[in-house]
């Protein structure tokens, strides 16, 4: 952390993962603000829009372990470009839904390629990031996401209102009456599908210009039970879990909470998470390779938290701006500090079962998350259950806390039986 630092940890092969990355998360994040209203219109009751929201990461979360193996062994460019044509196709698919049900099948599509773009690129910049600017490059990466949030939501929110769309679907959806954007009235969702599919293409041009990045040497191993997970990435994993608990009440039940407390395109909302994001990255990026990553972690979780009573207490458009920003601020410096303590801890030729096992925790908390909370949306409404999701990520915090210190006990308790012999 303290040798020499090379140049830029933006090197050429960081930027084109980073550009990537948000290429993806941009069409992928189309769909945040918008499929809870899809599924209204087709006729889904509120715990019908958490359950089919929730379904993508129980896909992710069952894909994904084999992913990482594959990773490892197949190497990271195939898989990428495979998880992109998968998304294309996704994006594709969903024009031919009718009704609620059939967005089922739809959603679990969306989760494994979820799964699989995010296993493979996140260990490809791990692979590529200089190891002493591993913290800034990782920054830098998931400011791509952020970015995303401020393009994705509010481009979805406003082509699926936008007049200048009204005719170039009105012209599809007459043609071919079978097509979902048919069925949604005045919003443009055929339009959107076909958006989000062209920019899913040009993403997957992009990565299949990419060398690949997998070490020389590494052999194709038999799939067995234990090269599924990593061992050194469950800890950071269920600390990542309560962090994506609270994102699932944001992405799930914000969009509807801010329409019936005045805001009229809830996809700004996630702008302004996005800027307090990219802000908080920026201002801070550069230093998280020289304070522990404890002293990042920490603090993050707990500004996640404060986010969620924020939320579940207003009453007007401003409070809701708020806390959109202050969760972007704890997010911003959660997710690149949290993936920087993993891979500090893990060889090269586990990195791939390692980002799976990580990112595992993001679908169970998305997936419980949505679950959970759609549930208590149903029985108390959703300042209940942004005040629930609140208390999770406090448990986080306790977790991760408690973690660091046993392991700082462990470490010193070895160092002291190898001083002694």
């Known amino acids: 952390m303290h040798g020499a630092r090379p140049s830029s940890a933006l090197t050429r092969a960081v930027l084109g993962v980073t550009v990537l990355n948000f290429l993806f998360f941009s069409a992928y994040l189309f769909f945040f603000p918008t499929l809870p209203f899809f599924i209204e219109r087709l006729g889904g009751a509120e715990s019908e829009i958490g359950l089919l929201i929730g379904t993508s990461s129980l896909a992710a979360l069952a894909s994904r372990p084999f992913i990482g193996w594959l990773v490892d062994t197949a190497g990271r460019k195939p898989v990428l470009v495979g998880g992109l044509a998968l998304f294309t196709l996704n994006c594709l698919l969903y024009n031919l839904v009718r009704d609620p049900l059939a967005i089922f099948p739809l959603r679990l599509l969306t989760g494994a390629s979820l799964a699989t773009f995010i296993t493979a690129a996140s260990t490809y910049v791990s692979d590529v990031a200089p190891s002493d600017r591993r913290g800034e490059a990782l920054s830098y990466y998931g400011m791509a996401n952020s970015l995303a949030f401020a393009v994705g939501p509010a481009l979805g929110g406003w082509i699926i209102h936008a007049d200048a769309f009204a005719g170039f679907d009105a012209a599809l959806t007459s043609r071919a009456g079978w097509l979902a954007g048919a069925r949604t009235g005045e919003l443009h969702f055929t339009s959107l599908f076909l ?160 980002m799976s096992t990580f990112t595992l925790g993001n679908d169970l908390g998305l997936s419980i998350g949505a679950f959970v909370l759609g549930g208590v949306v149903e029985a108390a409404g959703a300042r209940v259950a942004f005040a629930v999701a609140g208390a999770v990520a406090l448990g986080g915090a306790a977790l991760f806390a408690a973690g660091v210190r046993a392991g700082r006990s462990h470490t010193a308790a070895r160092e002291a039986a190898e001083t002694a012999a």
């Open 195 to 354: 958006v989000a599919a062209a920019i899913a293409l040009a993403a997957l041009l992009l990565a299949a210009t990419f060398a690949e990045s997998k070490p020389p040497g590494a052999a194709v191993r038999r799939l067995r039970l234990g090269d599924l997970f990593a061992r050194v990435a469950a800890f950071p994993a269920a600390v990542n879990f309560t962090s994506s608990f609270v994102f699932a009440s944001m992405v799930t039940f914000m969009p509807l909470f801010a329409r019936d407390h005045g805001v009229g395109n809830p996809g700004q909302l996630f702008v302004v998470y996005a800027a307090a994001v990219i802000g908080v990255r920026l201002a801070v990026g550069r230093f998280l390779d020289r304070v522990p990553r404890a002293a990042a972690i920490l603090p993050s979780i707990l500004v996640l938290a404060a986010s969620m009573p924020l939320l579940a207490s207003a009453h007007a458009p401003g409070q809701l701006y708020a806390a959109a920003g202050l969760y972007g601020l704890g997010a911003g410096v959660f997710q690149p500090a949290m993936m920087a303590f993993l891979v500090d801890r893990t060889p090269l030729g586990e990195r791939g079962r390692a």
